[in-house]
């Protein structure tokens, strides 16, 4: 069975960098971005979802490794 993609049954089209809660949910434990097929993103909103986590990561709001 086909996971759905969580932004496009939630309608959301923006996706902001400093939703660091929500971006936490596409994180692995060691601070690694989760692949589609783990998480059921489609390919637009993975694309999306990478460049949002690697921003936050740039401005200190998620961490680039565990500790």
């Given at each position: ?8 049954t939630e309608n959301i089209n ?20 989760l692949p589609p097929r783990r ?7 993975q694309r999306i979802l990478a ?17």
């Amino acid at each position: 069975m086909q996971k759905s993609c969580y932004f496009c049954t939630e309608n959301i089209n923006e996706l902001d960098y400093k939703n660091t809660q929500l971006l936490r949910n596409f994180l692995s434990g060691q601070g690694k971005i989760l692949p589609p097929r783990r998480t059921g993103t489609c390919t637009k909103h993975q694309r999306i979802l990478a460049t949002a986590i690697k921003r936050a990561r740039f401005m200190a709001l998620l961490p680039f490794t565990s500790k």
